[in-house]
């Protein structure tokens, strides 16, 4: 039962990415699914949640309207589309289920001039 997150790198402010997260082990079309971001020295915050079937979705107002969580169940895939990215956006972004005991190594968003 794991998680693998990828896409992440180094952008410019105002700039967009693509976060996917990989899946395997459980029954991930049952399963709503979150991304979480954690900036150094800070607590892990909940973003954005999709549940099972794809046709609701929840985020947290920091994000609210420029990102976008998504997911294609045939490919046991989770996707996040940041856009209008911010410096305060800078953080290991991490997807997580409930079903999950352990977090992915998560993958690293820096957005710098």
């Known amino acids: 039962v794991q998680v693998v997150e990828s896409g992440g790198g180094l952008v410019q402010p105002g700039g967009s990415l693509r976060l996917s997260c990989a899946a395997s082990g459980f029954a991930f079309s049952s399963h709503p699914m979150s991304w979480f971001r954690q900036a150094p020295g800070k607590e892990r915050e909940w973003i954005a949640q999709i549940m099972s079937g794809g046709g609701t979705t929840f985020y947290s107002d920091s994000v609210k309207g420029r990102f976008t969580i998504s997911r294609d169940n045939a490919k046991n895939t989770v996707y996040l589309q940041m856009n209008s990215l911010k410096p305060e956006d800078t953080a290991v972004y991490y997807c997580?289920?409930?079903?999950?005991?352990?977090w992915g190594q998560g993958t690293q968003v820096t957005v710098s001039s």
């Open positions: 997580h289920a409930i079903v999950l005991t352990s």
